[in-house]
């Protein structure tokens, strides 16, 4: 079974600021992780995606995140957190098949609040 | 391309009653996936349908069901509802062969 875990339910920057958020997953097969954000009231928004094809990726709005094997590891990083960053941030993994296509189903980490101050 | 829509936004039912939700995916998408977020649980998996047939379900009882049409347009149902049943209820569409998901942006459902 495939899960997710996002070490720390809030993380507060200062505008400017590395922003980085931990994920690390766990699955059977070679996953395919995505990392998504949710702004009040709003739905998911696909930040960026991991297909295997490269290890480093990176996404819309200045993102990137790195894949890490060894250390089951997807964090999610941004050289310098501006305010419109403020939002909720999720890491969701998804099983890909022989075949290489993946199937509709996600499943997320807990979440992280990212909090970011003037 | 217009993205997901989800109808109603926002509904509020009393317990026993049931509900529908309706999701249109984005055009040429086959695969609709269904989520439930609540504060406690966060983002549950429910189901996901490709094709007119459900090919995925998550750990829910059997009071929450789902169909797809052949235009790819999906419905959800949940019947006797349970002030539990409160949630966002999120669709989301994709395409292969990584399906990366698109949100819609929620069916917001309160039980009294």
């Known amino acids: 079974a495939q899960s997710v875990t996002q070490l720390g339910s809030h993380v507060s920057v200062s505008e400017g600021a590395l922003v980085l958020l931990r994920c690390n997953y766990s699955?059977?097969?070679?996953?395919?992780l995505f990392w998504y954000v949710q702004y009040p009231n709003q739905g998911l928004q696909l930040l960026l995606k991991?297909?295997?094809?490269?290890?480093l990726v990176k996404g819309i709005n200045g993102f990137e995140a790195e894949f890490k094997k060894s250390e089951t590891s997807f964090h999610l990083t941004k050289p310098s957190a501006h305010m419109s960053d403020a939002a909720e941030y999720f890491c969701a993994v998804s099983e890909g098949n022989a075949g290489g296509t993946s199937y509709g189903k996600l499943t997320f980490g807990q979440g992280t609040i990212l909090t970011v101050h003037p | 391309k217009a993205g997901v829509t989800q109808t109603p936004r926002y509904l509020i039912k009393t317990r026993g009653q049931q509900v529908t939700l309706s999701c249109s995916p984005i055009s040429g998408h086959r695969s609709v996936s269904w989520y439930q977020q609540t504060p406690g649980q966060g983002l549950q998996f429910l189901f996901e349908?490709?094709?007119?047939?459900?090919?995925n379900k998550g750990n829910f009882p059997g009071r929450f069901s789902g169909r797809q049409f052949s235009n790819s347009r999906s419905e959800m149902n949940v019947s006797t509802l349970e002030l539990g049943d409160s949630a966002l209820y999120l669709c989301?569409?994709?395409?292969?062969?990584?399906?990366?998901?698109?949100f819609g942006p929620g069916t917001r459902l309160t039980v009294l």
């Open positions: 349908y490709f094709s007119e047939t459900q090919r």
């Open positions: 989301a569409s994709s395409f292969p062969p990584y399906n990366e998901q698109f």
């Open positions: 699955s059977s097969v070679p996953p395919y």
């Open positions: 991991y297909t295997s094809a490269a290890t």
